[in-house]
């Protein structure tokens, strides 16, 4: 059965601290691994989609990377603003199978 | 914003109760899913809809029911709610059948069972 376990739960930062978050998984036949990012009371908001192991992308200070068990999203000079619940999902059939989220405050 | 909407936003229904919640697709997608979310958990995958078929289930009993339309706008219905059916309700919106396409989430519709 597809699996998605991500680390730690919960994260505290202050700006300025770089970091990363953990999404390790067991899936046959994955089509995709995302990483959203999900504000109290929001829907998920899309940031990436990696699709092989070795796949890097970044937008402003993420940057989300995959090997074949495990993708991490990495958080360089955090600001309170990036606060939030991180997401992460792997596709393999029609549906998506997300693990519980990191939720992380970054203390000014 | 992602041009998926959702209605309503939030709604108290009693046990026992029916409940409708809508979703309106991104322009030129044409798949839609549901996803249930309780709190302090990730979503959890209910159906989807593609080409007004339903193209995959996740573990939800019967109760749980929908429907798209031919402008890819889709319902979900609930019959027979229970006080555990309270969660966010999220709609996501893609396009199947093309490589790397991404895939969108309302902004959800809050239902509470009392």
């Known amino acids: 059965e597809d699996q998605v376990t991500q680390s730690p739960e919960a994260l505290r930062l202050q700006e300025g601290e770089s970091s990363s978050l953990n999404c390790s998984y067991t899936?046959?036949?994955?089509?995709?691994l995302f990483w959203y990012r999900q504000d109290p009371g929001k829907g998920p908001e899309f940031l990436f989609t990696?699709?092989?192991a070795g796949e890097e992308k970044e937008k402003e200070r993420l940057k989300a990377t995959l090997t074949k068990k495990e993708s991490f999203l990495h958080i360089t000079a955090p600001k309170p603003e990036d606060s939030a619940t991180y997401l992460c999902?792997?596709?393999?059939?029609?549906?998506?199978?997300f693990g519980a989220g990191t939720r992380l405050t970054v203390k000014p | 914003e992602t041009g998926v909407t959702q209605s309503p936003t939030h709604l108290i229904k009693t046990r026992g109760q029916q409940v409708t919640l809508r979703c309106s697709s991104q322009?030129?997608?044409?798949?839609v899913s549901w996803y249930q979310q309780a709190l302090g958990q990730g979503p959890q995958f209910i159906f989807q809809?593609?080409?007004?078929?339903?193209?995959g289930r996740g573990n939800f009993p019967p109760r749980f029911s929908g429907l798209q339309f031919p402008n890819y706008s889709s319902e979900l219905n609930v019959n027979a709610l229970e006080l555990d059916d309270s969660a966010l309700y999220l709609c996501?919106?893609?396009?199947?059948?093309?490589?790397?396409?991404?895939?969108?989430f309302g902004e959800g519709s809050w239902l509470t069972v009392v």
């Open positions: 999902a792997v596709q393999a059939s029609n549906d998506m199978r």
């Open positions: 990696l699709y092989s």
């Open positions: 899936v046959s036949g994955l089509r995709g």
């Open positions: 322009s030129g997608h044409n798949t």
């Open positions: 809809y593609y080409r007004e078929e339903e193209n």
């Open positions: 996501a919106s893609s396009l199947e059948g093309v490589l790397g396409n991404t895939i969108y």
